[in-house]
């Protein structure tokens, strides 16, 4: 007969087998669970970009927008860039949106001189010191439209 003492392991392992049963008895089913009970916090320019869309809706992304010398261009840090004002603007999120800085000049290399597109050159130069910061790549443009009141 052997002692059932004489080998640890045949201690231990049941106890680590529990321990286990444990921890995972207090861990969510399904990753999916766990990434529900979490709140995504919106960046300062994303509240702002917001903000800006309350009332509007969506349409069909745009290659180019027409555009005018006394048109507003918005520019949100690491967010986005918002051309127009009024009923509709136009929304340009660029390739990496974490290079759009509002401290900085936005220089557009057009190929048409009424509109912009995607496919023209922008390059960023710093607002006091006029040094190249750095280069955009644009998407399509998203309009945004504001909706009408059919009460008013």
């Known amino acids: 007969m052997t002692n059932p003492f004489s080998n640890p392991l045949r201690i231990l392992a049941p106890a680590a087998g529990l321990a286990a049963v444990a921890l995972l008895a207090n861990q969510p089913a399904l990753a999916d669970e766990q990434e529900a009970t979490e709140t995504v916090e919106m960046t300062k320019g994303e509240e702002r970009l917001a903000g800006l869309?309350?009332?509007?809706?969506?349409?069909?992304?745009?290659?180019?927008?027409?555009?005018?010398?006394?048109?507003?261009?918005?520019?949100?840090?690491?967010?986005?860039?918002?051309?127009?004002?009024?009923?509709?603007?136009?929304?340009?999120?660029?390739?990496?949106?974490?290079?759009?800085?509002?401290?900085?000049?936005?220089?557009?290399?057009?190929?048409?001189?009424?509109?912009?597109?995607?496919?023209?050159?922008?390059?960023?130069?710093?607002?006091?010191n006029g040094f190249f910061t750095g280069a955009m790549f644009y998407e399509d443009f998203v309009p945004y439209t504001r909706v009408e009141d059919d009460n008013g």
């Open 53 to 128: 869309l309350e009332g509007r809706v969506a349409g069909e992304p745009q290659r180019c927008i027409r555009t005018r010398l006394n048109d507003q261009v918005t520019v949100i840090d690491k967010t986005a860039i918002v051309y127009g004002r009024g009923k509709t603007i136009y929304v340009q999120r660029t390739r990496n949106p974490n290079r759009i800085d509002d401290h900085d000049v936005l220089v557009t290399r057009r190929f048409n001189a009424t509109q912009v597109c995607r496919l023209d050159i922008v390059k960023t130069v710093d607002r006091l």
